[in-house]
């Protein structure tokens, strides 16, 4: 059964770089399977859609955080990341990874991890 | 492109049914077979209710079920019960560019 954790800074001062891990276990990051993503939720806002990987490396970004997103996979250490730049007070937010079905379902899900930034 | 729109907030009596609406455009909910749906329980990891539109996960009660007619997706629940309270989320595929809209959330109150 496949099980996600995200790790990571939770704080993070404006301008910086946001990076985020999420460890896989129960199954290979490099199934043809799945794709992996990255899913954040504002406080007291709806779900945002980051952007996903592919075991290929093949990577799919919300257009409005394109600019800004890296996503990036360690295969030995069933391992994806996120790197968000130039971040700001409206990138505070619980960040979630998630198994990414055929970029249509995600399931399952991670905990979540709140990052937050401020100086 | 914009998020899909959920009504912000819902209340249903315990034992009744309600249906929670999600509506798009021809780009995303109108034009694939893609729309999954996710409750939310504060300070958890959202759970998977309804994938393609209306297919259910293994575990998931038979109490959910979804739809779909032209631009808008619905997510209906049977026999209400105090654990359903949540937020649902409706997410759909929405092509090579834009790939994955979420809804804005509704918030379900089971009185």
């Known amino acids: 059964r496949l099980q996600l954790q995200e790790s990571g800074p939770g704080l993070v001062k404006p301008s910086e770089t946001l990076s985020l891990t999420c460890t896989v276990s129960?199954?290979?990051?490099?199934?043809?399977?799945?794709?992996w993503g990255w899913i954040r939720q504002p406080p007291g806002k709806g779900l945002e859609w980051i952007g996903s990987?592919?075991?290929?490396?093949?990577?799919y970004y919300n257009p409005s955080l394109k600019s800004r997103v890296t996503i990036s996979e360690d295969t030995s250490k069933k391992q994806f990341s996120l790197k968000l730049s130039s971040v700001t007070a409206a990138d505070t937010a619980i960040y979630y990874c998630?198994?990414?079905?055929?970029?249509?379902?995600?399931?399952?899900w991670g905990q979540g991890t709140l990052v937050t930034v401020s100086s | 492109q914009s998020a899909l729109t959920q009504p912000a907030s819902v209340s249903e009596s315990p034992g009744q049914s309600i249906t929670l609406s999600c509506t798009g455009t021809s780009s995303d909910i109108g034009g694939y077979n893609y729309v999954s749906w996710y409750q939310h329980h504060p300070g958890r990891a959202p759970k998977l209710m309804i994938y393609d539109v209306n297919k259910r996960p293994s575990g998931v009660s038979n109490r959910f079920s979804g739809s779909k007619s032209g631009n808008t997706a619905s997510l209906t629940i049977s026999g209400l019960q105090p654990e359903d309270e949540a937020d649902y989320y409706c997410c759909s595929y929405a092509g090579n560019n834009v790939h994955v809209l979420f809804g804005g959330g509704t918030k379900l109150t089971v009185l």
């Open positions: 990987i592919y075991y290929s490396g093949s990577t």
């Open positions: 998630a198994t990414h079905f055929y970029l249509n379902w995600f399931d399952p």
């Open positions: 129960g199954d290979s990051i490099s199934s043809i399977y799945y794709y």
